[in-house]
């Protein structure tokens, strides 16, 4: 388990984070999704204890883990920044990493490297920026981590090798339990990947919540009346956005999918079309307030 209570961290007079509290439960896959200078690489560098709070607690399985040795050693962290040592090939960074992480699985590396087509012998300085990601990533999970921390995993990647990146992410999961924190620009893969999901803006939690609990209660829905009803419509209803297109009114519901269909259906609409938000319709929309135009998700 990683929680984040309270945390503030400032950069000078920029605030990068502030009150900021995150909770990942163990065994979970957790979705950190915000604009860029949101504050995801400041939450990152906290969790892995590279960076210390200026106030708030930082704990892994309730441990605090800045200067924490014993802590860190349970923790894989791939940065968006990659760094070698220059002279090392794939084999002596392997060497390296299996003396500083307990857990080394050398069955698994040898494995992975058949996998992902690495060659052992040449230096990783002169890896593709791809391969280079390919390269942290064998190694990392490798260490057979207990906690596992990803920023921007998949950026570069081709589609099959990011498919065969989650395929171990999701296995180690279901098999040891390892917790993940992960931040992505890429909304879709994330939401095909996470149990939990965490938006931010500017420094701020701005929506917390399980995928699938965030999903059942916000939707898009379009509506049309042979009448229109006299009566006030929709004020039932927690509406985030409106608008009419001719005779059709389309919407961004907060609510319950049930509680929506009973308040709309006693109007007896003749369309009536009720679906849920994607994850990147969510961040949009979330992020966009009202400047967001609502005719771009809805079809």
Known sequence: MIRMENVDKAFGDFMALSNLSINIKKGSIYGLVGINGSGKTTIIKLATGVWRPDCGEILVDGQPVYENEAVKKRIGYIPDDLYFFATYNLKESARFYRSVYPEWDQDRYRQMVEQFG???????SRFSKGMQKQ??????????PEHLVLDEPIDGLDPIVRKLVWKYVVQDVAERGMT?????????????????????????????????????????????????????LYEELNVKHRETRGSVDLLIVREPRERVERIIGQYEPVIFDLLPLSLEEIFIYELGGEDYDVKDILV
Do not use: W
Not at 118 to 124: I, P
Not at 135 to 144: E, I, K, P, Q
Not at 219 to 225: E, L, P, R, T
């Open 180 to 232: 993940v924190l992960v931040s992505s620009h890429n909304l879709r893969e994330m939401e095909g990947i996470c149990d939990s999901i965490g938006i931010l803006s500017h420094g701020h939690m701005r929506l917390e919540r399980e995928l699938d609990e965030l999903k059942a209660d916000i939707h898009k829905v379009q509506v049309a009346y042979r009448q229109r009803p006299e009566q006030p």
């Open 135 to 144: 390269a942290a990533f064998l190694l990392t999970m490798c260490c057979r």
């Open 118 to 124: 690495l060659q052992e012998r040449q230096k990783l």
